[in-house]
């Protein structure tokens, strides 16, 4: 079998398994739509993706399995090569199989990603463009048009120039090069030109005959005033309400100047607004949530942005009863395996730069450390969501196993499988009652948490041919 059909199938069932759900790389087809129109967005969005993608024939939208026949199958096909033919700015060479999956006939169509990109609609103007995100075709904006227009050509968002031909002077004004010694822990050198050379080596900036333009990875990171770069729709924003919802806020901050720079008095003001105040001998902040999580998502929000999206800056939200961090961009990975994935990061160079600064982790490692932290306070499970176009990260405060609702125990169960199985280890009822910090007599509370988490899908039994019930353990669905 060709590597591409593994691939399909590798993907449906990926979408399928535990919980049905389209992915970006592939979109379910119950039938042959008659919207000639929307097939050429499909087409165009899936060459587009990086890596192309797939049609598959034979699914409904419900993950439900309908029959094809050869005539639909040759209709289909025909309609579709005669679209990618004539209906995009220029033809696309499809394949195409049928593949049996679970004992159904599947029509897999692949669509491959083109080099020259953004592909658009033919007779339009090149922002007639579509991509996938979150499962779903969407118009491209003309911002992501201009994003995809420069990747064609090579050029990342931290490889475009901030600042152009500027002196050494004002490059000093303009980034904040204190901040950098201090964060790789070195002494400022006295000759200005080393600095230059650090900054050049750094990729913040290159050296243009006697001048240096400022690239836009030294300014999100560096600048003094992300304003001074017109980047300040990039700001981070913290803001904490009065209850439940937004309509009361009590406080707001706006990190105005480079994530590098700012970071960690962000941190620190997150904390502060969530934290709840102890009085006994002495005034104490008791914080609601573990530091180390807030830290580790909130550098995964400034990493894996997508900046090509303007009108939606980085946004924590704390209300009373959850925080809320949110970020401009569709997660790139299946939001129930953060776990265990590697990492995927639209911004390489800012990535790698942050992990230099130790502000980020790029083994994959940020959500293993947030969740255990989370753990550890005995908190529930956190939780994500992706959209079209943002990535949501929710964490809530302290509650009793009590008033957890079944869904959330059993994410929790699932995210502590998740974590174990990280560390080659597997779920036990010890350890579920250890996560929920219940007492050996509730061991039949842990035994239903771990039955409903394997009805959901989402933990299988690790060792089939152990029939003992007393010994018996789990590892997630994917292991």
């Not at 919207?35 to 890596?51: P, V, Y």
């Not at 679970?102 to 090149?126: S, T, Y």
């Not at 005034?283 to 942005?305: D, G, I, K, S």
């Not at 790698?352 to 980020?360: A, I, K, S, T, V």
Request: include cysteine; charged fraction near 30%.
């Amino acid at each position: 079998m060709n590597n591409w059909k593994e691939a399909a199938l590798d993907a449906l069932h990926r979408s399928i398994q535990p919980i049905p759900q389209e992915l970006n790389e592939i979109d379910w087809k119950g039938g042959l739509s008659n919207k000639t129109d929307r097939l050429a967005q499909h087409i165009c969005a899936f060459a587009n993706l990086s890596g192309g993608g797939f049609l598959v024939f034979g699914i409904s939208d419900d993950a439900e399995f309908e029959e094809l026949d050869k005539a639909t199958i040759e209709e289909t096909m025909k309609k579709l090569g005669n679209i990618a033919k004539n209906n995009l700015a220029w033809s696309i060479q499809l394949e195409h199989a049928v593949i049996d999956y679970e004992g159904h006939a599947l029509l897999f169509v692949r669509i491959p990603e083109q080099q020259n990109k953004p592909v658009c609609l033919r007779g339009r103007d090149i922002y007639e463009a579509y991509i996938r995100s979150a499962g779903h075709t969407v118009k491209m904006s003309r911002e992501q048009v201009h994003e995809m227009l420069a990747l064609s050509h090579g050029l990342t968002f931290e490889k475009r120039v901030a600042r152009s031909a500027v002196m050494e002077e004002t490059v000093l004004e303009l980034l904040d090069y204190e901040r950098l010694y201090e964060l790789i822990d070195k002494r400022i050198p006295q000759d200005r030109s080393r600095i230059m050379d650090q900054m050049c080596e750094f990729g913040m900036i290159e050296r243009k005959d006697d001048r240096y333009d400022i690239l836009n990875l030294g300014a999100i990171l560096f600048a003094r005033k992300l304003k001074d770069f017109g980047l300040e729709n990039k700001e981070v924003i913290v803001r904490k309400y009065s209850g439940t919802n937004n309509l009361v806020m009590e406080l707001e901050y706006k990190m105005s100047v480079g994530y590098a720079i700012g970071f960690e008095d962000m941190v620190d003001t997150v904390m502060r607004f969530t934290s709840k105040e102890k009085i006994e001998v002495r005034r104490e902040a008791v914080p609601t949530y573990p530091r180390v999580a807030v830290r580790e998502f909130a550098a995964n929000l400034m990493v894996h942005q997508d900046f090509a999206i303007t009108g939606m800056p980085i946004t924590i939200e704390v209300f009373s009863n959850r925080l809320v961090m949110t970020n401009p961009g569709a997660c790139l990975n299946d939001v129930n395996r953060l776990i265990d994935l590697p990492p995927h990061s639209r911004n390489e160079s800012m990535a790698q730069l942050m992990l230099q600064l130790d502000m980020c982790e790029r083994r994959g490692s940020g959500y293993d450390r947030a969740v255990a932290a989370i753990e550890e306070m005995l908190l529930p499970a956190y939780k994500v969501q992706s959209g079209d176009d943002y990535t949501r990260v929710c964490m809530f405060p302290m509650k009793a196993l009590k008033d957890m609702t079944k869904e959330e125990k059993v994410i929790a169960c699932y995210q502590h499988a998740c974590l174990l199985y990280e560390n080659n280890l597997n779920l036990t009822n010890q350890a579920v009652r250890e996560r929920f910090g219940l007492d050996k007599n509730k061991s039949s509370v842990a035994s239903r948490i771990i039955a409903d988490t394997v009805e959901r899908g989402l933990l299988k039994v690790s060792d089939e041919q152990n029939t003992s019930t007393k010994y018996v353990s789990y590892i997630p669905f994917y292991g």
